[in-house]
């Protein structure tokens, strides 16, 4: 079975502070994909980032970057020099080797104060 | 914009009625994904198919049941609602059947049964 854990259920900050998001996952699969999602208080759901497990490279976009450690089993989320328009629900997800449907964590509620 | 259409965006029922919810993938995407996303249950798969075929099952009920037809758009229909299926239901979409492609989402249905 599959499980994804955000233990950070909400998280505050000012505007331009770092801020990192966890996310833990457990999977038998020797093959799978990890993604990020942000949900804004519009609701729609954003694709953010797809990692395989054979990627372990962290990856930078702008002031997103994200850290795949699979030693942890652990794929975290950093927003450096956050922004008030950061401020949404962020999602972790994991998917298996085959079908694409992805089990995903609670979230995580970032509030980006001015 | 994702490129992944819903509709309705709102919908308001009352308990035992049926609906059904549409969706229109991105342009050529043959995945389409059906999630569920309620406060108590967070973010659930329910089903997925691909070109036309059922390729993953989910936590859907038997209530639900779902279809996509041969020109890629998906339906979800809710029959015999209770007030528990009130939620946010999202539709994605991706190239292929597997996880390796990052699913876009659709803005979502809120479905309200009263």
């Known amino acids: 079975a599959q499980k994804v854990t955000q233990a950070q259920t909400e998280i505050s900050v000012v505007e331009k502070e770092d801020v990192t998001l966890d996310c833990v996952y457990e999977?038998?699969?020797?093959?799978?994909?990890l993604f990020w999602y942000k949900q804004p208080p519009s609701g729609e759901l954003v694709f953010l980032i797809r990692?395989?497990?054979?990627?372990?490279q962290n990856e930078i976009s702008g002031r997103y970057s994200w850290n795949f450690q699979k030693s942890t089993s652990s794929f975290n989320f950093t927003i450096t020099a956050s922004q008030v328009v950061d401020s949404a629900v962020y999602f972790c997800?994991?998917?298996?080797?085959?079908?694409?449907?992805?089990?995903f964590g609670d979230g995580t509620t970032l509030t980006v104060k001015p | 914009d994702s490129g992944v259409t819903q509709t309705p965006k709102h919908l308001i029922t009352a308990t035992g009625q049926r609906v059904t919810l549409r969706c229109s993938p991105r342009?050529?995407?043959?995945?389409v994904y059906w999630y569920q996303q309620s406060l108590d249950q967070g973010l659930q798969f329910l089903i997925q198919y691909y070109n036309g075929e059922e390729r993953a099952k989910g936590n859907i009920l038997e209530r639900f049941s779902a279809q996509q037809f041969p020109d890629l758009h998906s339906e979800l229909n809710l029959s015999s609602l209770e007030l528990g299926d009130s939620a946010l239901y999202f539709c994605?979409?991706?190239?292929?059947?597997?996880?390796?492609?990052?699913?876009?989402f659709g803005q979502g249905t809120r479905l309200t049964v009263v």
């Open positions: 342009s050529g995407d043959l995945s």
């Open positions: 990692r395989n497990s054979f990627d372990e």
């Open positions: 999977t038998r699969d020797t093959t799978y994909y």
């Open positions: 997800a994991l998917s298996g080797p085959n079908a694409g449907k992805s089990t």
């Open positions: 994605a979409s991706s190239v292929g059947a597997g996880p390796g492609h990052g699913a876009f």
